[in-house]
């Protein structure tokens, strides 16, 4: 059997997940690793909770099992809670500060946990809270939180910042390397100044 | 690992590398349709179905295209235009989900009496844990049925050479081959080693055979006993061309196929043998010859137990785990710790184990939603209104996540809603009857429904929700769109006219943002006896945004909001609640409707009062 690096993608449909992933598999490529990957598509991503896999050195089936997950990336608050018991023990969970509230709060009163009694929930595992917003602001567009987000966790990743950099441009809009490059430092330096 | 990629490497656990000079990370189905390029497809045609969408999206957005590429109005249509292509000699190609297949099994079934000279493909992509499904049939048994060759993909990079050389098998055996994928094949993404497009088309020429094409009974018994004749040879192919495989390691043994053999890769231990099935029919003496060789068997494949069923007849002492015995499920989609757990109930110990995990409680359910000014959402409020006790009989599209706002009361297949309609209203049932049915799905098998509807004189409202294109499965056009598959313009068909021609006396057109012309329109319909139409209309409002059409959002005066929550039981994902008033958010789309609703008037257009 061959171990993958395995990273779980999750967040609300329309965050950019599907972009993030193809940047994790385009830096793959770069580094001449083999990689696996699955996403939703469909009905699911109308604001839905949607999820992306992604094994990096992976040569078999694309999905990763509960409690396997070398790094969960999650793009909401919420979201990196609903998901993480996909972390394996030891794992790194990456994840944005912000939370979209269910519309179901509102139209049925659902209780939607505080940002604070989810960062309680979250203690126990290694997880770092990014303000991906406000830095993909100052990178140039609040579109870019997705790469602000692989920029915090490329620290967790085993691709180098040079593969992913190359990633990225390869990826996105040409028009927009430059913004996403910024938003990609960033979101790495953010990290950087943690640690 | 060579020198020139070491930088880009921080930690190099990884065992091997990639070779291809050309290697690309691709989605599932745009492998499946690049690979019809290099087979050099003349031909492809398809209804919209998730999750096989995708391959006919990939082929009409080629840019240099020298083959025939179409969306059909449905699957049945796609089939038949595609199959008499191949009758012409050329390579063709259809596609759809596997309940699209239901829909075309008519002239799959006689096809293979009447073979194809040229290659002819049938994608039906299953869905496994119905991710976006109403069943979870398996289409290998439709192979089987049909008695024609399956094609089963384990990962991408194996749908790829299997679809390269699925009409080439095709032409061999002069049978249609069906190509199945799964959704972890389909939407899955794969560095994969993409090839060049074949540039070698051919032209279609009908060469006029009554024996082969007109299947009256005297033709057709004739037909049949080829078809069976075929039979041996297929299953032997498939075992020389290397698409089944099956080493012995030891005394027990693992069989799979499709992506569940992925999973079984991963965690087979040593000195546990490995089949894989990746193409049927199996030839029947080489399972035995695999099976005969050792005590123990597991089986492990999604869906039906099409493989188990073929071990168990083929199997005298040795002992057969599988679904049949419990040791895996019967429904739902496989995972590795779902194999794994297979492994471990049977006995055989696979590499890894998985932990157990629960997952965290008191998380709000985040479920997809009609989105922030869709013209559904503006419908299905009126209606509720006007029929507070009607029956909701519904179709398959975006809308049926009008299941949440209480106004889908039935969803079955494709078209149903209209037909489901007039049979409540048959039954003596004396609610009123209200279906809603979307225009693309109209189009494919709501038709019919309506004309017998009226024919046959129901009570009944069919309201036709109109938003110009198939937008649940990605956006692709129809005969209401204006535009074919590549883009060039045609006339869009009136759905009133259509309503009309089949005879409904009373059609009304509305549009879907206007909530008191669907009122009065609604209430009209109330009043009146028999079939009534109607037409609600207003872009999809993902469609209209990409053609940029842009409306101003709107906004909340708090000052005059009475946090009465009218606006918020709407249901609109960009209406917040907070400190008793509600709140727009930057997701409003400008559609209107909630200013309609507010008791207050407290909700106007942005910049403006």
Redesign the interface.
């Known amino acids: ?3 993958s ?1 395995d990273v779980l993608i999750v967040g ?2 329309g965050q950019g997940t599907i972009l993030a ?2 940047i994790l ?25 949607v999820e992306t896999h992604i094994r990096i ?1 992976g040569v ?9 997950a070398d790094v969960i990336i999650s793009f909401d608050l ?2 990196a ?2 998901y ?3 972390l ?2 030891g794992g790194t969970i990456v994840t944005s500060d912000a939370i979209v ?7 049925a009163g ?4 505080t940002q604070a009694e989810i960062m309680g ?1 979250l203690e126990d595992a290694s997880c770092t809270v990014v303000d991906a917003a406000g830095l993909a602001v100052e990178a140039g567009t609040i579109l870019a939180q997705n790469v602000v987000m692989l920029g915090a966790a490329s620290h967790a990743l ?3 910042e ?2 992913l950099r ?1 990633a990225i441009s390869r990826c996105v809009p040409q028009k927009t390397v430059e913004t996403n490059i910024r938003a990609f430092e960033l979101g790495r330096a953010f990290l950087e100044e943690m640690s | 690992m060579g020198g020139a990629v070491d930088q880009y490497i921080i930690n190099p656990v990884f065992p091997y590398l990639l070779s291809g000079m050309n290697t690309r990370y691709m989605l599932g189905n745009e492998v499946i349709a690049h690979a019809c390029l290099e087979a050099e497809i003349d031909f492809a045609s398809g209804y919209p179905g998730t999750p096989s969408s995708e391959v006919i999206d990939y082929l009409r957005h080629q840019k240099d295209r020298e083959f025939y590429v179409e969306w059909s109005v449905n699957e049945k249509v796609a089939f038949e235009n595609a199959l008499a292509a191949a009758w012409t000699g050329i390579r063709s190609l259809v596609t759809m989900k596997h309940v699209g297949l239901n829909v075309a099994a008519d002239p799959l079934l006689t096809s293979a009496y009447t073979g194809v000279t040229g290659g002819f493909v049938i994608l039906s992509a299953d869905d496994p844990y119905a991710h976006s499904s109403q069943n979870e049939q398996d289409s290998r048994r439709y192979a089987l049925f049909a008695k024609i060759p399956c094609l089963d993909p384990a990962s991408v990079r194996e749908a790829h050479s299997m679809m390269k050389a699925a009409f080439a098998i095709s032409e061999e055996v002069g049978l249609p081959v069906l190509f199945r994928p799964t959704t972890r094949i389909c939407h899955s993404k794969s560095d994969a080693d993409p090839g060049v497009p074949g540039t070698g088309h051919r032209t279609g020429a009908f060469v006029r055979n009554p024996q082969q094409y007109v299947v009256i009974p005297k033709h057709t018994r004739v037909l049949h006993k080829k078809l069976n004749e075929k039979q041996p040879a297929l299953a032997k192919m498939f075992v020389e061309g290397g698409f089944n495989t099956a080493d012995v390691r030891g005394k027990t043994g693992i069989i799979s196929g499709g992506i569940a053999a992925s999973y079984a890769e991963e965690l087979i231990s040593e000195g546990v043998s490995f089949a894989k099935i990746g193409a049927y029919p199996i030839d029947a003496a080489w399972l035995k010859a695999f099976v005969d060789q050792h005590e123990t068997i597991l089986v492990i494949e999604e869906l039906s137990p099409v493989i188990e069923e073929a071990v168990r007849m083929a199997a005298t002492t040795t002992v057969v785990h599988g679904k049949m015995d419990g040791h895996l499920p019967m429904e739902g989609e496989l995972s590795p710790a779902a194999v794994a757990q297979a492994m471990t109930s049977a006995g055989f110990a696979p590499t890894k184990t998985y932990p157990e995990v629960v997952p965290e409680e008191g998380i709000p359910a985040r479920p997809p939603l009609l989105c922030a000014g869709c013209g559904h959402r503006a419908v299905f409020y009126a209606i509720k209104k006007v029929f507070k006790d009607g029956i909701f009989p519904s179709d398959i599209g975006c809308y049926t996540l009008g299941i949440q706002l209480g106004v889908v009361d039935t969803t079955i297949c494709m078209g149903a809603s209209v037909t489901v309609g007039s049979g409540i209203a048959h039954s003596g049932e004396t609610r009123p009857v209200i279906c809603t049915i979307g225009d693309s799905t109209f189009l494919h098998t709501g038709i019919q429904g309506l004309l017998n509807a009226v024919y046959n004189g129901a009570n009944m409202t069919v309201v036709i929700l109109d938003n110009r294109i198939t937008a649940m499965t990605g956006h692709q056009p129809n005969p209401n769109t204006g535009v074919t598959a590549t883009g060039v313009a045609s006339p869009p068909i009136s759905l009133e006219a259509i309503c009309r021609s089949v005879g409904a006396p009373w059609v009304e057109t509305v549009s879907a943002y206007d909530l008191t012309g669907l009122l009065y329109a609604l209430k009209t319909a109330k009043d009146r006896e028999g079939v009534k139409v109607i037409v609600a209309r207003q872009p999809c409002v993902i469609a209209a945004r990409r053609e940029g059409i842009r409306r101003k959002p709107y906004v909340v005066d708090p000052e005059v909001c009475t946090g009465c929550g009218l606006c918020v039981k709407f249901g609109c994902p960009a209406i917040e609640f907070y400190n008793e008033k509600a709140v727009i958010t930057s997701l409003c789309s400008g559609c209107s409707v909630c200013a309609d609703i507010c008791p207050a008037g407290a909700i106007h257009k942005g910049g403006a009062k």
Do not use: W
Request: aromatic share 6%; proline share 9%; glycine share 12%.
């Open positions: 059997m061959r171990e690096f609300v449909g992933s193809n598999g385009e830096a793959c490529l770069v580094a001449d690793l083999p990689v696996r990957g699955a996403e939703t598509h469909g009905m699911a991503q109308r604001g839905g909770s050195g078999y089936g694309p999905l990763i099992s509960p409690g396997t919420l979201e809670l609903r993480r018991h996909f394996k023990s509230i269910p519309t179901s709060a509102f139209t659902a209780e939607v946990p929930r085993p691709l180098s040079d593969a190359e």
